[in-house]
Structure formats: C-alpha cells, structure tokens
C-alpha cells in the first residue's frame, strides 16, 4: 500500500544556520504543517522526489544573489506553488529579476517579522479549527464596531495566559454594548478571523453608513491599508535594479496613496484631527504601526497647531519615511535600551535617522528639502541631547518639534507589555509635569497650545 502523502508540506531552503529556526517560529501555531528542508539544487534539477508535493516554498536569500536566483528558477519549475523569498540589510537581489522567475513575495526576514505570518497565511489558507491560534486573528478597533447590526463574521477574545481564542458573539449576532465597554475598560483587543477579512470590511462599510459618518474608511480597514503599503515602500529600497527617477516617484506616490486612504487631506475640524490621534493612540509598538501612529499623530499635531495644508503633508510624508534605516541595521531594533547595547550596536542605532535620509536620497525621491529635514531631526530633542547630531532647535527646521512631539506622544501612549503605558490626556499631563519640573520632552508652546485645545474639545 502506498503511503499517503502530508497536504500541508512547506519546503524551504536556507542560506543561514537560523533560517530553520525562524521558520519553525512564524509557523509555530500550525501544528499540522510540517516542515521539510529541500533536497541539494542539483538533484532537483535532476529529478523531483514524489514524496515531496509541499504547498508553499520558503527560500533563505540572504546568501549569493545569484544562487538566490538558480534556487528561485529550480523551485518554482518542480513545484508550481507560492515562493517567498526571504533577504535582509545585505541581501543585493534584483527583486524584478526574481519576480520574472517565479518569487510571488519578497519580505525583509527581520523588518517584516510582523507581516510574515500574514503572508504565509494569504498565500496558502489553511485553519486550524474552532480555537484559532492568535496568527490567524486580525485586531478590530473597537470604533468600528457598532450595536445596530448584526455581526457577518465571528468575533473572538484571545487570551494570552495559555494562548486560548475564544469566541464572544458568532456570525449572525449582535454585538451587545457591555462587551464594547468591557474591552475598552480591560484594554482587550477583540478579533475576527483572517479568512473572514472580506465579510468584516463589509461590516465595516455599512456601519459607517448606518452612522452617517463623514468617514468613508474605518480604523481597521486603514490599519491594514497602510501596512501594505509600507511593506511595498520597504522592499522598493532593497530593489537592488538600477535607480532612476522613476523608483523615487513610484515611492512617493504610494506614500501620498496612504495619507489619502488615512483622510487626513479630509480634516475640516480639530474634532476630526484629534480623534484621528485618539484613535491611533494605544496600540502595540512595531515598525509598521510606528510608521502609520506617528504619521497620524504628526498630521494631527500640525492640524491643531493650525499649520498649513502644505506643511501638514510634509509632516506626515517625513513620518512615513522616519524609521527607513533601521531596516537597513545588521539587526533591527525598535527603541532599544541604549544603555545595555554593544556599543557597535548602538552607534548603528543612533545613526538611522541619517541612514533614512540617505536612502531616501539615493533612490532620488522627488522631496521638498523640509521632508528630509524632519526625517533626519525627528529623534533629536528641543533642548538638545537626541540624535543624530544632538543639537537643540535652533538648529532645527521650524516643524520638526511637531514630529518630535509626535513622536514623544506615541512612545508615551502606546502599549507595553500589552499594557497602555499612559492614556493621550494622561501622557499629555505627564509632559507638562515634567515640563514644570524643568524637563522639556516637547517644544513647551506646542504642548501648551494642545493641552489647551485638547482641553476645550473634551468639553
């Protein structure tokens, strides 16, 4: 009898001795998948092994380019299924070049490590029952939930004491207002499940419109707009294919799709501009939520410091673009603890705002200089001591105390250990504390201004 082969193989190559290790991590909760390494390239060549049928094929890049692309083209002419090439900070691929031989997906290994499970997922479904394990669960922001209609998905709790989903209200019910209130009291995400994306932005869609809402996209839908699209601006900058001005413009226009789809072009009241900080606010530290948080929180910062439309846009197109260089560091960090890295390291991190601006530079985005100012300042401090240069601003460009400010508020607000750290007002008092205690974080008249706005809005 001939035995029946796994359904669920994926078959990867690695370059690196952690590659295997990483991949067992992304695909952790998946405990029906099994894990194969591939056969030497030469014998593939020669024959497919026909125990070998996997589903999904995972190539290590990080080594020579052009094994890279021998390993590329053998993959994908004995397996017609999806290839994810992985690189990092020295990978040199012609993304182009893979792309026309078979890669359907490129990822950073380390910059997207939030993103890769959701790729994998998209590329090949798979689930794994009633108790979904927390990488098939995407976050619903709780604005976009409403009591008036009935749920067209599941919507599940997950409870990280022992990795349990549960499911709160089914397809079909009600969302009743005591479970809004309780996760928003608790600080609990609430889930629906990543197979069910399409039936939850419909949800979301006619809930807008049932609120009349001068909205036409709710928190969740823009949240996982805007992630794709940062992952799209990223591997644009490891493309290693000749720069010409057409790769800086392909940059830009995507950044101005994002702050198209965030609305912020659509303000017509502080109201508008501080709900938009709101609800951007309390969310967990990554690259990509850093990226969209302090492009909101910038643009809503220079909103209700009345600045004008022009200056709002480079706000928020210098935030889109502030933390580049950190995927271009040996090992990407978010807000590290300076004290306790090897001092190589560090000097590494203290030096990405700058290593930004260069690749900004060397893929010859169209920019007004401010946007490049901005990105190159948003770490440094009003009374100097940040970094790069660890001047004060007098040195600075004019705006750049608004996106240090922003930034200052997003390390303030967000979570840490999936605990908030402060709410916007009480991370807006803690500033003006420390501002009477003579320790300026922030440009002392902007804080002010926006306490003081901040203050009548809640009114």
Same mark, same amino acid.
């Given at each position: ?63 020579? #380019? !052009?094994?890279? $692309? +021998?390993?590329?083209?053998?993959? &994908?002419?004995?397996?017609? *299924?999806? /290839?994810? =090439?992985? %690189?990092? #900070? !020295?990978?040199? $691929? +012609?993304?182009?070049?893979?792309? &026309?031989?078979?890669?359907? *997906?490129? /990822?950073? =290994?380390? %910059?997207? #490590? ?346």
């Amino acid at each position: 009898m001939t035995p029946s082969i796994p359904s669920n193989q994926v078959l990867f190559v690695a370059a690196h001795d952690d590659f295997t290790v990483k991949a067992r991590h992304w695909l952790r909760d998946f405990a029906s998948l099994q894990l194969i390494p591939s056969p030497p390239l030469d014998s593939l060549v020669e024959a497919v092994p026909p125990e070998l049928q996997p589903k999904l094929l995972l190539l290590d890049g990080r080594g020579d #380019a !052009q094994k890279t $692309l +021998e390993w590329a083209q053998t993959l &994908k002419m004995a397996f017609p *299924v999806p /290839l994810v =090439i992985f %690189y990092n #900070a !020295q990978s040199q $691929l +012609e993304f182009s070049v893979l792309k &026309k031989n078979g890669a359907d *997906v490129l /990822l950073h =290994i380390d %910059y997207d #490590a939030e993103f890769i499970v959701d790729k994998l997922i998209e590329l090949a479904p798979w689930d794994e029952g009633s108790s979904p394990p927390l990488a098939l669960l995407n976050p619903v922001a709780i604005e976009d939930l409403t009591t008036e209609m009935e749920l067209n998905f599941d919507l599940y709790i997950h409870l990280p004491s022992n990795q349990k989903s549960i499911l709160v209200r089914h397809e079909g019910a009600p969302i009743d207002e005591k479970i809004i209130e309780k996760a928003k009291s608790t600080h609990q995400n609430l889930y629906f499940k990543k197979s069910q994306l399409k039936r939850f932005l419909e949800y979301s869609r006619t809930a807008l419109t049932l609120r009349d809402s001068d909205v036409s996209v709710g928190i969740t839908d823009k949240v996982l707009k805007t992630r794709q699209k940062i992952q799209e601006i990223i591997s644009q900058f490891f493309d290693n294919q000749a720069v010409d001005f057409k790769a800086g413009k392909a940059i830009l226009e995507t950044c101005e799709k994002i702050i198209e789809d965030l609305e912020i072009k659509k303000w017509t009241t502080p109201e508008q501009a501080f709900q938009s900080i709101v609800h951007f606010s309390g969310r967990p530290r990554t690259f990509y939520n850093d990226v969209t948080t302090l492009c909101m929180m910038s643009a809503g910062l220079a909103y209700l410091l009345e600045k004008k439309t022009e200056e709002i846009y480079e706000v928020a197109l210098a935030a889109l673009l502030h933390n580049v260089g950190l995927a271009f560091m040996t090992h990407p960090i978010l807000d590290p603890e300076l004290t306790q890295m090897p001092e190589a390291d560090k000097k590494e991190y203290l030096n990405y705002p700058e290593k930004s601006v260069n690749q900004v530079k060397g893929k010859k985005l169209p920019l007004p200089p401010s946007v490049t100012e901005l990105i190159l300042q948003h770490r440094e401090n009003v009374g100097g001591g940040g970094f790069p240069k660890g001047t004060d601003s007098s040195h600075h460009h004019p705006l750049s105390r608004i996106i240090q400010f922003a930034y200052v508020l997003m390390q303030l607000s967000q979570l840490e250990n999936d605990k908030p750290r402060h709410t916007l007002s009480g991370a807006l008092e803690y500033l003006n504390d420390q501002m009477i205690s003579g320790k300026s974080l922030v440009d002392g008249t902007s804080l002010l201004t926006i306490r003081k706005k901040v203050s009548s809005l809640k009114k």
